[in-house]
């Protein structure tokens, strides 16, 4: 600490010198100023500098006028004195809001500004002195004795021409000295115009020098900047309204299915990262006595704190090239595998090679029209308007037309954008959510997503020609997903009502060939599905609370879209004796939720939930739960006993006899038609 005080005095005992050598031989001085050792280049990377013109009423510049800045928050009160050609300098300041002021002998003032001091930066402010007495101080002003930490780079008030001549030296040194370091480390510049009057640009050679002020002696100033390659520098932002980069015309924040964070809390040229986490506590009203929630993609343990997503990972881009993967964890990467049937054809565990990552691909982008991607690997659906990520979403719980249909596809995805109001996108890929392909041919479908102004969208996804059935090589199937969001009140600054918007949903499909059929009766092989879900969401106070009512209905003939209850543990590939899925076999539900959502800022939601499904069959977990005596066998697809053993049999006469007679010796879940549940959480999404 004493050596750097000691180098500090020393700098200003220079100083004071060059500036009295600067009167009688200016060329000298500037020399041996460009001489000087800097002592910024181990300075303290946190301040900026404020540089200006003083000019009078008649726009001529102004020796020996004194300037002042006053920090508002801190109560820091710096003066200096122009120079014989206007110029000012204020180096060492703090960043943050200043008060700007400025008087002159025989001349008068100007008009109190505010300006702001940023990080390593030059901020620039001209004041125009106005021809009168200077306006009286506040009663508040600080004085000498005031508590006020007051320090000033030269006298309050010049008593002769030459000593505001020294000063203004003493002000040309310090750019000269800035310069040295700008030749090292080119700082940003930026500029500021105070209120007084409109703000002169600096001359290109005071730009020059002033791009990289030094510190004040009393501080130490900023080091060299660290010199990043371009990949990994912050992206230029746009102007203006971006009118040619698809959507980016208007904020689309507000949709459904679409995270609303309207900044990136890092971001380069190279790498945009993103990180999610999603933990909830939720409480069934049937208390199942093993805490199995059954029937949903969100809605897993009940009683229990659970950690449904941990996600990191994010988009690479540069020359076009471009890739994204999203790492998963928590609930979401045992549950949404255990949907998917493929894993059942063939040999190597393709459960387990993906459970862990749930978007993940590689791409080129080619500069046609507004764009155009190309992309393979695994990547989302949004097949049911709902986002994969229940932070982008209106509700936790969403209906079954979004709960039955697809998180991810696995395959190539092709994005046309002919304007940025369209988006063209066709799929090839493996199948209906499925990490392998089942039979005989791939699936294919696409997305035509319409958004012409910011408070509307459409968007239709359509899926077809795919084998989509474990053991059944000769069936397709084909689906429609529709929808349309409408924000029909925008006034985001109400601290009462500050938006309202309505999404409507409606789903078609089914499936045919190989003995099943779109139509007729369901005794002849029916395979349908119809469904619809809508809701209303409402903002208040700036969007920062908001307030969802809605729900839906699906018919699923077939049962081939439903999911099914993990009952002993089933899944996709072993399916269950307790919940079959044969052809004609009807699930008729419907449900209703009212969601509340906290968000104090973009990067968080809390939310509360309370929500309502009913089943025209027995399929929701009652009091005594899915879970056999015991646990889990390890055979689902056959029935269990009582004891907990399996049959060994799916046939129920046959598992009777197996388990020693009778239909008690049998073990049954408890399936209910009906499920209340309340549910609280926190979702984070940077």
């Not at 370091?181 to 001359?203: C, F, G, L, Y």
């Not at 969007?543 to 003939?557: C, F, I, Q």
């Not at 809390?606 to 089943?615: D, F, P, Q, T």
Request: glycine content about 10%; aromatic content about 12%.
């Amino acid at each position: 600490m004493t050596l750097i005080n000691g180098s500090r005095l020393f700098q200003k005992s220079i100083l004071s010198l060059l500036g009295l050598a600067a009167i009688a031989m200016p060329g000298r001085a500037f020399q041996m100023a460009a001489e000087l050792p800097s002592a910024a280049a181990a300075g303290n990377p946190s301040f900026g500098v404020l540089h200006g013109i003083a000019k009078g009423p008649d726009g001529q510049s102004v020796l020996g006028a004194q300037v002042t800045v006053q920090n508002t928050d801190e109560k820091i009160k710096r003066t200096v004195v122009s120079g014989s050609d206007g110029n000012f300098l204020i180096a060492d300041l703090k960043p943050g809001q200043y008060r700007l002021t400025a008087r002159a002998e025989g001349i008068g003032a100007a008009q109190p500004a505010t300006v702001e001091i940023a990080q390593n930066q030059v901020t620039y402010a001209n004041v125009q002195l106005a021809a009168g007495e200077a306006p009286a101080q506040p009663a508040d002003a600080p004085t000498p004795d005031s508590a006020l930490k007051t320090r000033s780079v030269a006298a309050p008030a010049p008593e002769s021409s030459v000593m505001a001549e020294l000063a203004a030296m003493k002000a040309r040194i310090e750019l000269l000295e800035a310069e040295l370091i700008r030749q090292r480390s080119p700082e940003r510049i930026v500029t500021a115009t105070a209120k007084m009057t409109p703000a002169v640009e600096p001359a290109p050679a005071q730009a020059a020098a002033a791009a990289a002020a030094p510190q004040q002696a009393a501080a130490p100033p900023a080091p060299a900047a660290p010199s990043f390659p371009e990949a990994l520098q912050s992206p230029e932002s746009t102007p203006g309204v971006d009118n040619f980069t698809p959507f980016a015309f208007g904020d689309f924040t507000w949709l459904n299915g679409t995270p609303r964070n309207k900044d990136t809390v890092l971001d380069t040229k190279f790498f945009t990262p993103e990180v999610r986490f999603d933990t909830h506590f939720m409480e069934d009203f049937n208390q199942p006595i093993d805490h199995t929630i059954v029937g949903a993609t969100e809605s897993f343990r009940s009683g229990e704190v659970q950690v449904e997503q941990i996600s990191v990972g994010g988009d690479f881009h540069w020359q076009n090239v471009r890739g994204r993967v999203l790492y998963m964890d928590g609930l979401f990467a045992t549950t949404t595998p255990r949907n998917d049937a493929s894993a059942g054809v063939g040999q190597w565990d393709l459960r387990d090679a993906y459970k862990y990552v749930s978007e993940a691909y590689g791409g080129y982008h080619f500069n046609v029209n507004h764009g155009l991607n190309v992309d393979a690997g695994i990547f989302v659906s949004y097949i049911g308007l709902f986002s994969y990520y229940n932070f982008d979403n209106w509700t936790y719980q969403p209906s079954y037309v979004s709960s039955n249909t697809p998180w991810f596809f696995n395959g190539l995805r092709i994005q046309w954008f002919p304007t940025n109001k369209l988006k063209i996108e066709p799929w090839i890929i493996n199948g209906w959510q499925s990490y392998a392909r089942y039979n005989g041919h791939m699936g294919l479908g696409g997305q035509l997503l319409w958004e012409p102004k910011e408070w509307f969208k459409l968007v239709a996804n359509q899926y077809g020609f795919g084998n989509d059935n474990l053991g059944l090589p000769n069936t397709e199937r084909i689906h429609t997903d529709d929808s349309i969001e409408v924000r029909y009140f925008n006034k985001p600054e109400s601290l009462g009502l500050s938006k309202m918007a309505f999404s409507l949903t409606a789903d078609a499909g089914c499936q045919y060939g190989g003995g099943l059929q779109c139509t007729g009766a369901p005794s002849k092989g029916k395979e349908t599905f119809i469904g619809w879900m809508a809701y209303d969401r409402m903002w208040f106070h700036k969007d920062r609370y908001a307030l969802t009512l809605g729900g839906g209905e699906m018919s699923n003939w077939g049962r081939y879209l439903t999911l099914l209850p993990p009952i002993d543990g089933a899944d996709a590939v072993s399916g269950t004796p307790y919940f079959t899925e044969n052809p004609g076999q009807r699930a008729h539900m419907w449900d209703s939720t009212i969601t509340f959502h906290y968000m104090p800022r973009q990067y968080i939601t809390w939310w509360a939930e309370v929500g309502y499904r009913h089943s025209d069959v027995p399929y929701f977990a009652g009091r005594g739960g899915v879970t056999p005596p015991g646990g889990n066998n390890g055979a689902p697809q056959y029935y269990t006993c009582s004891s907990g053993a399996t049959s060994g049999t799916a046939n129920l006469a046959a598992a009777e006899s197996a388990c020693g007679g009778g239909s008690s010796s049998v073990w049954f879940p408890d399936l209910r038609r009906s499920e209340a549940k309340a549910s609280i959480g926190v979702m984070v999404k940077f």
